[in-house]
Structures are given as structure tokens and as C-alpha cells.
């Protein structure tokens, strides 16, 4: 999918400064379980972001919302700050991507949900527990947390991505969002 029928999408991602960013199926991008076993066994924050597993629905929960939807935009994000900057420019994007699913949804897209990039990190510590959320209506899952194997689907798109060896290095980073 390549061309959009959505063009106000467009307008609101590219004035949020999005500009990379391409129409994809939400078909196309392969869901896992090795991925929400990646979040089990080896991620510090399982259990305890109220927004990562477990405190999101099954896998293949994950996979039945994907395909209600037809229409979705995967957004490229380079990271390319230093290594103590980034939790602040995680923090920064994430509210302008949650800013731009807001003017999406009231411009009548109301599906439109966002699949973050980086787990939650709008607060200093999280509560852990989605009831306790100090923000609720921003918080959302990132890709990964919906066991999307963003490697496998990004690549599909085009997108080069690899492992990153050194912290150091520039990270690409990847956001879905669900828009139809
Ligand atoms: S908004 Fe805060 S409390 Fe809620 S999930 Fe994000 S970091 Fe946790």
C-alpha cells in the first residue's frame, strides 16, 4: 500500500515533523510469539510499565485487532542524540506522536491508535499498573508489546534496520499507527 486515501494523515504527520513515513497493510507486519517472549525473559520492564506486557492483550488478541484494521501508517524515527538525552527525546516525541493521533482521531478518524515506539516513559517511574496510570488517555503499548516482530515488518517495507552492537550507536526506531 502506497498511496494514501487519507491526506489529512499526512498533512498532521508531516507538520508534526513525521515526514518518513509510509502507508502499510497492517496485514503485512508479522506477529510473534517469540517477541512477547522477548518481553517475558530479558526486559526489566515486564510487570513493571503499566503499557508492556503482561499488562496487554494476548497474542493473538494482538494479531485479531490488527486485521480490523486496513489502513495504517508506519512512522521512522532516527535516534540519533546522545545516549543521556534519550529518554527525554523519547518522552518529547512520544507526546507529539500522541498529539498528532489526537488531531487525527477528531479530524474523524476515530480508530485511530497509536502503537508506540518506545515503552511508556511519560513519567520519571512508572505506577506499574494501568489502574494507578497518572496519564491514561496517552499512555499506549509500543509494536513490540503487540509481539509486532518490527524487524520482519519493517524490512518488508523497505525499511534496513539491524541489531545495534553499542549503545552509541544512532537507533531506528519504529511507531504504527492504526488508523482504519
Ligand atoms: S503514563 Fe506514566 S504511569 Fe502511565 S504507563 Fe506511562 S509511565 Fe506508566
Redesign the pocket.
Known amino acids: 500500500m502506497t498511496q494514501s486515501a487519507f491526506p489529512l494523515v499526512d498533512t498532521i504527520l508531516d507538520a508534526a515533523g513525521f515526514v518518513d513515513h509510509i502507508w502499510v497493510a497492517p496485514s503485512t507486519m508479522t506477529v510473534s510469539q517469540w517477541v512477547r517472549m522477548k518481553c517475558m525473559f530479558g526486559c526489566p520492564d515486564y510487570g513493571r ?3 508492556c506486557p503482561p499488562n496487554v492483550p494476548s497474542v493473538s488478541e494482538c494479531r485479531e485487532l490488527l486485521l480490523e484494521y486496513s489502513h495504517a501508517v508506519l512512522i521512522h524515527l532516527v535516534c540519533d542524540v546522545l545516549i543521556e538525552a534519550r529518554k527525554e527525546w523519547s518522552r518529547t516525541k512520544q507526546k507529539v506522536l500522541m498529539e498528532a493521533e489526537k488531531q487525527i482521531f477528531l479530524s474523524g478518524n476515530e480508530r485511530a491508535f497509536l502503537l508506540s515506539f518506545e515503552n ?4 520519571d ?4 499498573s ?1 489502574r ?5 488517555y ?2 499506549r503499548p509500543t509494536m513490540e508489546a503487540f509481539a509486532i516482530d518490527v524487524y520482519s515488518s519493517v524490512r518488508q517495507h523497505g525499511y534496513s534496520i539491524s541489531v545495534k552492537k553499542d549503545l552509541t550507536e544512532t537507533a531506528d526506531r519504529f511507531a504504527l499507527l492504526l488508523i482504519a
Open positions: 510499565n503499566a503499557s511508556c516513559n511519560l513519567c517511574e512508572c505506577v506499574s494501568p494507578d496510570c497518572r496519564l491514561p496517552i499512555r
